[in-house]
Antibody, heavy 119, light 107 residues
Framework: EVQLVESGGGLIQPGGSLRLSCAAS????????MTWVRQAPGKGLEWVSIVYSDGSTYYADSVKGRFTISRDNSKNTLYLQMNSLRAEDTAVYYC?????????????WGQGTMVTVSS | DIQMTQSPSSLSASVGDSVTLTCRASQSIGTYLNWYQQKPGKAPKLLIYAASSLQSGVPSRFSGSGSGTDFTLTIGGLQPEDFATYYC?????????FGQGTKLEIK
């Protein structure tokens, strides 16, 4: 069974850093497109970042220069390094595959991990 | 960035009703349009991809249509488990933007 499990969320002060992890099972992170999508409390969905199988990365303007997406092939794990955190980064962060089953779709989702940025 | 606008923002309906949700893109996106269903406290779930293709396992009462800038999601014969929030999303280009969602509530 294909599964994504996020971890690493928590309460962090503004300006701080946090690294989210997404452990994959049943498929290979490095061979697929992987993304992070977030959802602020009571709000809609916002795409954050994507890493393609060739290693190229893209970011939403709202996080560009502060967040870094990466993967560890040996651990089959996706990461999101979040620096200079702001209150508006408070959200549930979902790890997803992109195009694993169907082209151009966020098709497999993790359960999410909550990040709260507050003093 | 491509803006996705969903209407209505919320909708009340009864079990057995048929409803149509609308999604409009700020520029043409062909059929690079997907629909997701989200229930409270859960991750979104893919319903329809490429505007009209049903994800495996999704009931046939769900259907999608449209191309270019205007898209619809129709649910024919609402069931209790269909009351949720629905999001459209364009995969034409980054940033991959979502609509603001339509919350479907029980009347």
């Amino acid at each position: 069974e294909v599964q994504l499990v996020e971890s690493g969320g928590g309460l962090i002060q503004p300006g701080g850093s946090l690294r989210l992890s997404c452990a994959a099972s049943g498929f290979t992170v490095s061979s697929n497109f992987m993304t992070w999508v977030r959802q602020a409390p009571g709000k809609g969905l916002e795409w954050v970042s994507i890493v393609y199988s060739d290693g190229s990365t893209y970011y939403a303007d709202s996080v560009k220069g502060r967040f870094t997406i990466s993967r560890d092939n040996s651990k089959n794990t996706l990461y999101l390094q979040m620096n200079s955190l702001r209150a508006e980064d408070t959200a549930v962060y979902y790890c997803t595959s992109y195009g694993y089953i169907y082209a151009d779709v966020f098709d497999i989702w993790g359960q999410g991990t909550m990040v709260t940025v507050s003093s | 960035d491509i803006q996705m606008t969903q209407s209505p923002s919320s909708l009340s309906a009864s079990v057995g009703d048929s409803v149509t949700l609308t999604c409009r893109a700020s520029q043409s996106i062909g059929t690079y349009l997907n629909w997701y269903q989200q229930k409270p406290g859960k991750a979104p779930k893919l319903l329809i991809y490429a505007a009209s293709s049903l994800q495996s396992g999704v009931p046939s009462r769900f259907s999608g249509s449209g191309s270019g800038t205007d898209f619809t999601l129709t649910i024919g014969g609402l069931q209790p488990e269909d009351f949720a929030t629905y999001y459209c999303q364009q995969s034409y280009t980054t940033p991959y933007t979502f609509g603001q969602g339509t919350k479907l509530e029980i009347k």
